[in-house]
């Protein structure tokens, strides 16, 4: 099978719209994200001195699953209407949080942690977008 281009994949929202079973599948997948983020979160806390690794390990994961499923997706199973929404924004969507993050950000300011602020900012922005590509790059190439 032909991987699809760059140009071919679809969109996030792509066949989604006004699908009642899709928003299900969102909403399920966001529970189940949801729920593994608050978890890990309870289990692993940190005060805004430290390294928020929660956070971090979490938008990582996400980052990753969300780029080897959009594309393995493409390839694979084009015609899926609920595997996208559940995996990508349901459950990559629930398990990610850049509102934390940003909220950690600030009260590491607020802790005079300057130095820890700016490098998790660059780090976990660095390292999402590779992530992201990672995943990418392992479906492209089981596609094969």
Known sequence: MAMPHREELPGPSAGVRHDPRAVAAIVVGGALGTLARAALGQAWTHDPTT??????????????????????LAVHRPRSKYRRPLIGTGLCG???????????????LQAHAVLLAVGYTLVSIATGVAAAQLGTTLARRGAR
Do not use: D, H, K
Not at 51 to 72: D, K, R
Not at 96 to 104: G, I, K, R, V, Y
């Open 51 to 72: 390294w928020p690794w929660a956070t971090f390990v979490v938008n990582l994961v996400a980052a990753a699953v969300l780029g080897w499923t959009v594309t393995w």
């Open 94 to 108: 629930g398990l990610s949080t850049f509102s934390t993050m940003q909220l950690e950000i600030v009260r590491m």
